[in-house]
Structure formats: C-alpha cells, structure tokens
C-alpha cells in the first residue's frame, strides 16, 4: 500500500522571489492583522504569518503506540470470470469487521512537566518581521515590485522585512544524487550541510572628515580703524586612517528531525543548501531517525528542555505531541492572509482542539475515484451521470464501477454534502438529516454496480482492466499505474450529489515547531519553517514526489496534478484521538441500511449512542 513517488530531478529555479507574510512584529506585540503584499527580493524564505517550529515541551517518556491510518483491509482476491457481476457478499452480523487500517510506509514525506515560557520574548508572528533590536542586524529593504507574489511584510502596517541577507542572488543549486543514508546504533546520522560562504561582507571603515583649517578673511582698516592682528589658525593633523576589526555575526545552528528514506533525503539536502546560501548565518543540521524511533525520541528529548528546532512528521503525531505541550501553538503567529495559501483539507490536519498545532508541508495521501478511460471514456459530473455511465460500460466481462462502501472510503462524503463527523471536542455531529443524506448516498452506491466493503476485490479487478470506476487511495497509485497504464488512468474530480459533492479523506505530513524554544532561535526557526510552504520551495518537492500542500503550484506530473484538484475539495482525516470510537458503530450503520435491518435515522441513532458512551 505504498503510494507511487515521482521523482524527478530538476535544476532549482534561478530566482525565487520570497513573499514574507508577516502578522506583527516579532515578539513585540504584534497585530493580528497582515499587511499589504510586498515583494522581497533575494529573499527565498516565505514568512508564515505565523511559522512553528519544534517545540520540546516536556512529555510522557512512554513510546506510545501510533495509530495508523485506517487502510484498506487486504484481503485475498477472488478469482473473477466473464460474468459482470461478481458473487454478491455473504450479509454480516453485528459490527462489521475489524476497523480498516492504512498502512502507512514511513513518512518520507518524515507527566506533564511545565513547559518553560516563553513569556519573556513574545513569538514572533509568522509573516511578521519582529523590530530588530540593538542586537540584530538591519533587515534589508524591501522594495514592493508588481506583479511578483511576495511575503506579505509585517502586519499592523509595520513594513519592517524579515532579516535576510542583503543583495545576495539567490543561489541555483541543482539536484544531486541522492545519498544512500545508513542508520547508526544509535539510530542517528546527520547529514552534513553545506558550508554558506558569506557575501559582501566587508568591514565598515569609517571616513574621516579631512578637512585642514580654513584662514579667515582679514578686514582692511580703514583711517578710523585699529588694525586687527591677523589670527593665524594651525592646520590639524590629518588623521590617520585605521582599519576597525568586524566581528562575525554568530551562526545560528537550527535542528530538523525527520525519517525521510534515502532516495528522497537528496531533495531534502538541495532546500537545506539553498536556505543557508541565502542566510550564511543559518546552519541547518538534518538528523535521520527511523520512523518508528523519532516520535518517542522525540519526545523524551523534549520533555527535558531539548529536541529539535523542527520535526517532520505525520499528521496523527501532532495531538500526542500537543496534548504533552511539545509543540508550539501557531495560532497565535499565523496570519488568515498566509493561511488561506495551503490547501483547506491539508490545513485541517494541523488543527487539534482548536489550535494550529503544526504547519502541512506536504499531501501524504488521499483517497480518491479512480477511472480507467478504455472502459469510460468521460468523467462523470454528477452521481447519476456515474450510475448511467457504469450501466452502459457494464457488458462483455466488465464492469463499469465497483465502489467500495468502507468507511474509509465513503465517510468522506458526510462532509462533502454538507454534513459532519465531529466537532473540534470530538463530540459526534452526524446525527441529523445530513447524516441521513450521506447514508442514503452509501446506500446508492449499489445502483452503480456491485459494491463491497473493505475489500481490495475492487482493486484487484481495476488492475486487471476489467472496471472502469473505483473508490482507492492514493497509496495504491504506483501499482495501479503499472498495470492499468499512466495513458489510461485518470483521477477525476468528484461528482455532484444534491447540493453536495462526494468526497475523499486527506492525510498530511506536518513541520512541527518544538515549544521550548524562545527569542532569536525561535524566530530563524519559524523563518526556516515559512521556507518549505514557498511555492518554488512547494514544486521542488513536487519534483521529488511530494504532493504540495500549497495551492497555486506548478507541476509537471499529470496525475500530481489531478491529485492536487481532487484533494482542494477533500476532508481532512480526524487526528483526533477520539476518532477511534467512530470506527465500529459508523461501519455498523452502513451495513445495517444496506441489508435494510435499520433505517438510515435508527442507524445513526444507534452509532451516536455507541460513541458518546465510550470514555
């Protein structure tokens, strides 16, 4: 169940023009209010309006156990013939079987003490430029450019930049091999990072005046006069010019955990060595940790004071995290201006308990319809479109769709007609006439085809050529594009349903801002975080499989592409804990109307019920 990644080693565009979205001035009681668009030249780091960074606030040391997403049950395929139809399914008794679980393959893509405060230096906003103080270097410059997308400058109409280093180009670098990474005893290598080499660095020489004395005039006297003794001024000494030392400004070394393998960690090394050409004073240091080791190491780290500056992780990590004060809150820090640029869907799994509890730097995967165009040549735009369309490819040995009723693969449309799973306590919410309207869609599915539940028989078949539509994840892309063929195989946006549409589950991967960090180091953290959400930074990674989590991203993979349509109208995946007292009673329901032992009001009734009894 791995999904497919693209690799493509390209060069890293010339120029990259930064666009900072700042909310208010770094730990200086900013607004929470974006300023206008500014465009900052030479500048390859996006400012969040609010950019997290690791945050190690102390935790549990118990390795807890991460529950995975929800996956398609693999279950052994039947041998099809030539009739259409396959056997019908054997009616189950009582709860469905076991929850679905996605397996996840490492993320490539990566009590309670009192956490320490960071009262004493207020966060900085993300896409806001803290006021430098006597301490910190001058920002540069900005100079606002139309037409160019830039960083929003800090907010509250203070247009001081984010630091960044003067006129230095930005750098080109180009996409190298990757390297092949061996994890050590202790499960740790870094990966080494380039050395910045520091431009128009040039020690101030201060200019003296130079000027020797000036002889007066002397006033001729007249008969009525006394002469006046004529003053006679001394030229000064011209000084002479010495050459003042200039200290180096300190280098800020910022730490990023992650589990990428290692034919991806190339690209990964590429942004490393771009960020610190740009900022020489900024050293990122990137440590491997196997994926199974780093949230437990993590936390343990953290809980102590220490960890990283930013961990790269999955979504479902980020509550554990949160719920230990481990992480940074960016709420706070990210600006509405900043937040509207990444994908809604993406966004959703940062949130938890109302807080911005990390920022999606990538789609993992999703769930989306799948069509095989030898067998239905056009995408459906509406649910009966897909029903007429799947009658009439149904013939010969074929079938023209084949859905999955699973709640992995169905529960998405609750949301996408309108409806709910939870709200942000993990309270249910679906027990109302759009959850009916959604069982009653689930239930339709049988008017398209055979449907099953929670079984790979429809994806063993589509495999093999013989339906036109299916309901899958994009874990699967790679083996289905193999074998269905890149040329035949479209992902289609999903069809209208009422006032509705259907609709698929979305995974991210998160950067998480560690929450022990304070003043300076905090604010090049959140710099470097703001860094991987840029557009260019976005297609880099598209470039390397990653799916953006950005919207507005030029890439050059077809199906990438229509995965990322798909995906602007999907649903977040709860990362809520909760989440897994849904799982039974919701399968329960969908079975129950469609043997019709229940109504779809009964069934919900009965799933709600279920779930608020659970602890």
């Not at 960071?118 to 037409?147: A, C, F, R």
């Not at 247009?159 to 005893?185: A, F, I």
């Not at 604010?523 to 880099?540: D, H, M, S």
């Not at 009734?605 to 279920?610: K, Y």
Request: glycine letters at 10%; hydrophobic letters at 30%; one cysteine or more.
């Amino acid at each position: 169940m791995t999904k497919v990644m693209r690799i493509k080693h390209q060069t890293l565009i010339p120029a990259i023009t930064i666009v900072l979205l700042l909310l208010a001035g770094c730990g200086k009681g900013a607004p929470t209010t974006a300023g206008p668009l500014q465009t900052v030249t030479g500048v390859m780091t996006p400012t969040l309006t609010a950019t997290p960074g690791p945050s190690p606030y102390p935790g549990p040391f118990e390795t807890l156990t991460l529950e995975p997403y929800p996956g398609p049950i693999t279950g052994a395929p039947t041998q099809v013939g030539n009739p259409p139809y396959p056997a019908p399914e054997t009616p189950q008794a009582g709860n469905p079987s076991s929850t679905p679980t996605i397996g996840r393959t490492p993320s490539p893509t990566f009590g309670q003490t009192p956490s320490p405060t960071i009262e004493q230096t207020p966060s900085p906003t993300l896409g806001q430029t803290p006021s430098p103080t006597s301490s910190q270097v001058p920002s540069p410059t900005i100079t606002p450019t139309s037409g160019d997308t830039a960083y929003p400058p800090p907010g509250g109409g203070d247009n001081t930049p984010y630091p960044g280093p003067g006129d230095t180009d930005t750098p080109v670098p180009t996409v190298p091999p990757s390297p092949t990474q061996t994890e050590s005893p202790q499960a740790t290598s870094t990966q080494p990072s380039a050395t910045p080499t520091s431009s128009n660095q040039s020690s101030a020489t201060p200019t003296p005046s130079n000027q020797p004395g000036q002889t007066p005039s002397t006033p001729v006297p007249t008969s009525k006069q006394t002469p006046k003794p004529i003053l006679s001024v001394t030229p000064t000494e011209k000084p002479v010019k010495t050459d003042i030392p200039v200290t180096p400004p300190a280098i800020t070394t910022i730490t990023l955990w992650h589990s990428w393998s290692p034919d991806q960690v190339g690209t990964l090394d590429v942004l490393i060595n771009a960020y610190q050409q740009i900022y020489p004073n900024v050293r990122i240091e990137a440590q491997y940790i196997p994926y199974d080791e780093l949230p437990g190491r993590y936390e343990e780290a953290t809980y102590f004071g220490g960890g990283p500056n930013l961990l790269l992780g999955p979504a479902e990590w980020g509550p554990r995290f949160y719920d230990q004060d481990l992480v940074l809150d960016l709420t706070s820090i990210a600006g509405n201006s900043f937040l509207a640029t990444i994908n809604p869907a993406a966004l959703g799994e940062a949130r938890y308990r109302n807080a911005l509890i990390g920022l999606p730097y990538t789609i993992r995967s999703g769930v989306v319809m799948y069509r095989n165009k030898n067998i239905i040549s056009t995408a459906p735009t509406t649910f009966t479109e897909l029903v007429s369309l799947a009658h009439a490819a149904t013939h010969g040995g074929k079938l023209g769709a084949y859905l999955d009723r699973g709640f992995l693969y169905s529960g998405a449309s609750l949301s996408g007609t309108g409806g709910s799973l939870m709200d942000s306590n993990g309270y249910p919410t679906f027990n109302n006439t759009r959850g009916i309207e959604w069982l009653n869609l689930v239930n339709q599915f049988k008017n398209a085809g055979p449907t099953c539940f929670n079984s790979d028989r429809d994806l063993q078949l589509f495999k093999l050529g013989k339906i036109g539509i299916i309901i899958d994840g994009t874990w699967n892309l790679g083996v289905i594009s193999d074998t269905v063929g890149l040329q035949n195989l479209a992902i289609d946006p999903w069809p209208t349903y009422g006032a509705g549409h259907l609709s698929g589950f979305v995974q991210a991967d998160n950067l998480y801002v560690n929450n022990n960090l304070t003043g300076e180091t905090l604010y090049t953290t959140l710099q470097v975080a703001a860094f991987f959400l840029a557009p260019e930074v976005q297609a880099i990674l598209a470039d390397g499989g990653h799916i953006p989590a950005v919207l507005d991203v030029s890439v050059t993979d077809p199906l990438m592409q229509q995965e990322m349509v798909v995906f602007e109208v999907g649903v977040p995946y709860p990362i809520d804990p909760k989440m897994d007292n849904y799982w039974n009673p919701l399968e329960s329901a969908i079975q129950a109307v469609f043997y019709g032992s229940q109504t779809p009001s009964a069934a919900l009734q009965q799933a709600f019920e279920a779930i608020i009894a659970e602890p």
